[in-house]
């Protein structure tokens, strides 16, 4: 339905998502094109990578056509190999799981803990054993995972790589620190859904220098072409495995636009979020509904409003209820470990309960920059009105 269909009931749909056009993006879309490069690594994935940097600390940027091409570079530079394993949170997107069995890893799925929806590291502890070589934590909603409990449980072992799936996690913080400065990598989204938007798009993030050169080559279809542009070399050709992972320069316009207005478009969401839990804490104990948590030491990235509901059951009939009243809320993530291609990719089988109970009862409510307060208010009362409905 589009975002003007009427409903059931005779009031407009409010959308889950509606990606806007919040700066200069038809202008430099314009100038892109009127420009003529239009591929990759061009003018705007410069300045686009560099507001990057600028906030995160990166030591290189590279803008890629996704956050799932951004992971699967990563786990390209892991030169993976037969028997390897890589810890993954069975409550994530699946682009988080298969972009490291697709570099023929097996998969070692790991439990989250119900207080930020994180790897729970205790979990994680249990899994550790020789095979591991990497650790993918997803910072969920932009809230950080307990960074803290997994770097303890890596002390041991600094072979073991971190990577940041920090799809959810842009301008977020822990402890004063950047997401997605926390681990050797980490990878961006901006797809339409995501706080900052192309259409398609994504980065990957290189924490470390010694990354640096080699992910180059291997962003760009495995040739040294970067290097020749540079001028560090006179000619260049092929040197090493890889893919053509580079955003078009075109979608990098707009993204650089978007990311000009990063502060106007946090404050917006931040807006949206706080107006969310306002509404709904006078309610939460009566109808048995966990609000997010954001321990003392997180700054959220305000990416999504979930709450839990008492029981799947609730979950579903609420959910059709409000749909049913044109207001599109959502559930999220099918537990990883729990799915077909889970099962065929998995090192062994793990227990995940949390990821299975918080996948039964979670329910994210529609959530983009100009949501309006008449908006809020509608899906607030939708949302109670169904839950009378259903108890
Ligand atoms: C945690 C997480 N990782 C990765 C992705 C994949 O992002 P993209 O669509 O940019 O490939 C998503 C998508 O929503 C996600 O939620």
Partial sequence: MSQHAVPAT?????????????GAELDYIRASLEDGHTSSSGAFASRAGA??????????????????????????????????????PSFAFTSTALAFARQGARLLFCDIEPRTLGLDPRHLEELLDDSVRAVVPVHYAGVACDVEGIRRAL??????????????????????????????????????????????GGALLLNEARDVD???????????????????????SWKDTGS?????????????????????????RRTVYEDYLRLLTP????????LPQVPEDCEPAY???????????TRDAVLERMRAAGVHAVFHYVPLHDSDA????????????????????????????????EDRERVVRTLLDALREVS
């Fill in 10 to 22: 005779g009031e407009r749909e409010i959308r889950f998502n509606h990606a806007s056009v919040e």
């Fill in 51 to 88: 507001i990057l940097q600028e906030e995160t600390g990166a030591e290189e940027v590279l803008l890629t056509t996704s956050c799932t091409a951004a992971l699967e570079l990563s786990a390209m530079l892991l030169d993976l190999e037969p028997g390897d394993t890589v810890v993954v």
């Fill in 155 to 200: 002390a041991a072992r600094p072979d073991v790589a971190l990577v940041e799936d920090n799809a959810h996690g842009l301008f977020g913080r822990w402890r004063g620190r950047p997401l997605g400065s926390l681990g050797r990598f980490a990878t961006q989204s901006f797809h339409e859904t995501k706080n900052i938007v192309c259409g398609e």
């Fill in 214 to 236: 080699r992910a180059r080559v291997l962003y760009d279809k495995g040739t040294n072409r970067r290097a020749f542009f540079l001028g560090q070399v006179d000619k260049y």
């Fill in 244 to 268: 053509s992972f580079g955003l078009a320069d075109t979608l990098a316009a707009y993204l650089t636009a978007q990311l000009e207005q990063r502060r106007t478009i946090q404050a917006k």
């Fill in 283 to 290: 309610y939460a104990a009566r109808h048995g509904l966990e």
């Fill in 303 to 313: 990416h999504l409003f979930h709450l839990l509901l008492p029981d799947r059951a």
């Fill in 342 to 373: 889970g099962r065929r990719f998995a090192a062994r089988t793990t227990e995940c309960p949390v990821s299975t109970d918080v996948s039964g009862r979670l329910l994210r409510l529609p959530f983009h920059n100009n949501l309006t307060a």
